[in-house]
């Protein structure tokens, strides 16, 4: 593992702990929003018949870059009605909770931040963080939208956590672990081992998994769609009506701290799913590494697959943001009440029964 | 326990509950310009809704009467500054009916022309806007391609983009560019299939019908009441289209339909039926411009007018059927080169008035569905 390499390194336990705790932010968080944030907004624009970006670089690519540096530039602006405590932490709590659920996702079978066997759990705990921190950004803000686009979003991401958390549910029942990178081993091999199509059971048993893994599939995909408040789930931050929610009072690289944690989020969740059903780092195919004795290639193909999996999920959030309108408030709670948990529950039950075929 | 005990229970407890006043606007993404709702909420729902105007106040009627009647024309095309050319085709109709003038047949056929395009325009941006609205941006930005196409089209007729000064008293500004019939028709014949790009994107998608059908249900006699007029009225099930109903230029012509509301959706009246009238008028304005520019006759663009435009003393009140509705001139001359009065029935000014009708026990979000859906122009309401 990673952390006993660098232990080795450099002797020092807690150094090693602190470096292996930002090895993820800076080897990968910054550098895929900076990609996931130009990504964007080149697929929206060639979505809507536009060019986008195309004047800092070529074709815009340091686009990221130069609005960054426009954001340190800017003024830091806290108004008097602020409550300026939790207005200071608010950003900083939504950032932690999705970048601390990046420690328990395996990129490949040598990096994984925390090897524990809670990982999945744990993921599930410090996002709810990111509950806390909108909720206070809202009320700290002092300000009507901003509060209502926090208490929509606490609602919201609270109900679909119950979705996500049965259908994880599901998997950890059919694998019995709730170790991502343990889940992860587990789904090695060729693609028809992947969980999606119904892991390493028997040949009747997968075939009568399927289905219901694909509706779990599709549950926990809309759920994270709306745990991240993505179109069509983007109530807390609809632009039309609420100005763009409990950020809208901020400013300067408190507002960019939103903005990356809203990245990283988009990752993390599409990485979990792709962990869970998607065989998160293995290859569908096998590996060239192993074909031609390169045993240290294997670890680098695994982390482009699972960047693969990762960045693809991303695009079809954003393909899903550019295509569907938002829907209401009281809609969101039908759909995620009234359909996503029923189902997960029924589908739960139903791949316990098949596991114990 | 008695009711009158419980509300003193109410009282002395340290929690109580109040309404909360919303202000949205004058700075606020989806009012359609400078226009501030005071929303009174119970929670999420609505209890009230008092629209604030005159934000973009600019003495137009005041104005029209230290000017000439030709220098009056600009000033019409800043009122409703989505559908500029249909503002001067009332005011200058107006006008010649005072003057008694006759215009000849090929100014006629191109204010037609010129009206629907603009109103295909209008109703573009409508629709788009009401898009990002609801929460989809991209039709948005498929409806201003298209609408682009049709400023061109004026842009290569009179120069202009937004604010034209073509239409003149007793003719037009310029003739026709000698490209402007074939490229007219490459337009209809591109646009044709992007409205049925727009109908499945936007109008017959689950979330979007969701958002809006049953949403701010307008019926006949509120309707009527209130003096709504256009694709507002329409969609609530009335066929009542000044172009058919009070036909003015030469609209009889044509063969065109008048689309109403038939509540495919939800009920007839609703916010989807106002979206979807006008996008069905968009069809029907394609034909209309189609006949006109296959019957389109040669000869003068301006008829032989007095160079002082003096139109003997007496009043007239005109009206021509805008994109929002019925769009109404009163105009009083005392016989002088400037207008007594000119007084305009603006007809977002007429439906904004329906808001607080329509958006009484909704949410928050329906407000914005709801003014979407009745397609305002502010510079139309503050004149």
Redesign the interface.
């Known amino acids: 593992m990673i952390y006993d390499v660098i232990n080795n390194l450099t002797g020092s336990p807690v150094l090693s702990a602190v470096i292996v705790a930002m090895l993820p932010l800076f080897l990968f968080i910054l550098p895929f929003a900076l990609v996931a944030v130009y990504l964007e907004r080149k697929v929206s624009a060639h979505m809507q018949d536009r060019l986008g970006p195309m004047r800092v670089g070529y074709h815009g690519i340091l686009q990221t870059i130069a609005d960054i540096i426009k954001l340190i530039q800017k003024e830091d602006i806290i108004a008097n009605e602020n409550d300026k405590l939790l207005f200071n932490i608010a950003p900083v709590l939504v950032f932690v909770g999705s970048y601390a659920a990046f420690a328990a996702i395996p990129f490949t079978s040598v990096y994984i931040g925390a090897q524990i066997d809670l990982g999945i759990f744990l993921i599930i705990a410090v996002t709810g963080l990111v509950v806390a921190g909108i909720l206070m950004a809202g009320w700290a803000s002092n300000n009507k939208y901003s509060l209502l686009g926090a208490m929509r979003a606490a609602a919201q991401i609270i109900s679909y956590e119950i979705p996500t958390i049965l259908v994880v549910l599901s998997l950890v029942m059919m694998t019995g672990s709730m170790n991502l990178y343990t889940l992860s081993e587990m789904q090695t091999g060729y693609f028809w081992n992947w969980n999606l199509f119904g892991g390493s059971y028997d040949l009747l048993q997968k075939l009568l998994l399927i289905p219901f893994m694909l509706i779990g599939f599709i549950i926990i995909y809309i759920s994270t769609l709306a745990e991240v408040n993505r179109t069509p789930f983007d109530i807390p931050e609809a632009e039309s009506e609420l100005v763009s929610g409990f950020h809208t009072e901020y400013s300067g690289m408190k507002f960019a701290m939103f903005f990356l944690a809203e990245y990283a989020n988009m990752f993390a969740v599409s990485a979990i799913v792709a962990a869970l059903f998607l065989g998160g780092y293995q290859s569908p195919f096998g590996y060239l590494g192993n074909l031609i004795g390169a045993e240290w290639l294997v670890s680098i193909e695994q982390f482009l697959w699972f960047t693969i999996k990762g960045v693809g999920l991303v695009l079809v959030q954003m393909w899903l943001r550019w295509t569907l309108p938002r829907l209401r408030v009281d809609q969101l709670m039908t759909v995620s009440w009234k359909y996503l948990i029923p189902i997960s529950f029924v589908n739960l039950i139903i791949i316990g029964l098949i596991t114990i075929l | 326990m008695s009711f009158e005990s419980k509300e003193n229970i109410e009282n002395k407890s340290a929690v109580r509950t109040e309404e909360?006043v919303?202000n949205m606007g004058p700075q606020?993404?989806?009012t359609h310009g400078v226009l501030r709702l005071e929303i009174t909420l119970e929670g999420?729902l609505i209890t009230k809704v008092t629209p604030h105007i005159g934000y973009l106040h600019r003495c137009f009627e005041k104005h029209a009467e230290a000017m000439t009647y030709p220098q009056v024309i600009p000033y019409t095309d800043r009122m409703d500054y989505l559908a500029s050319m249909y503002n001067e085709i009332g005011y200058v109709i107006g006008v010649e009916k005072l003057l008694k003038i006759e215009v000849p047949d090929r100014v006629e056929y191109i204010r037609v022309i010129m009206g629907e395009l603009q109103r295909i325009a209008s109703h573009l941006v409508a629709l788009g806007t009401y898009?990002?609205?609801?929460?989809?941006?991209?039709p948005f930005?498929?409806c201003f391609?298209d609408r682009e196409k049709i400023l061109h089209l004026f842009e290569i007729t009179c120069g202009a983009r937004l604010l034209y000064n073509y239409i003149w008293i007793g003719g037009l500004s310029h003739d026709l560019h000698p490209d402007f019939v074939r490229l007219t028709r490459e337009f209809i014949k591109d646009f044709k299939p992007n409205i049925k790009e727009l109908n499945n994107?936007?109008s017959y998608?689950k979330?979007?019908i969701?958002?809006t059908a049953n949403v701010g249900i307008l019926p006949v006699d509120t309707a009527i009441n209130f003096g709504v007029t256009g694709p507002n009225l329409r969609a609530s099930g009335i066929n009542w289209d000044l172009r058919k109903d009070d036909p003015y230029s030469v609209y009889q012509k044509f063969d065109y339909e008048i689309p109403v509301g038939e509540g495919k959706a939800g009920t007839v009246g609703d916010s989807w039926d106002r979206y979807y009238v006008r996008v069905r008028e968009m069809e029907e304005s394609l034909k209309i411009i189609e006949q006109a520019l296959d019957t389109l006759p040669d000869g003068d663009i301006a008829s032989a007018i007095p160079k002082r435009i003096k139109p003997p003393a007496g009043m007239i009140y005109t009206r021509v059927e805008n994109p929002r509705g019925e769009l109404g001139y009163f105009i009083i001359s005392d016989g002088s080169i400037n207008p007594f009065r000119v007084k305009v029935r603006a007809p977002s000014f007429v439906s904004l008035q329906i808001m607080d009708e329509l958006c009484r026990g909704h949410?928050?979000?329906?407000v914005?569905t709801i003014l979407g859906s009745i397609d305002i122009v502010l510079g139309e309401i503050d004149r």
């Open positions: 909360m919303l606020h993404p989806s999420e898009g990002v609205d609801i929460g989809a941006f991209t930005l498929y391609r994107l936007l998608n979330i979007f969701d958002r949410l928050v979000a329906d914005i």
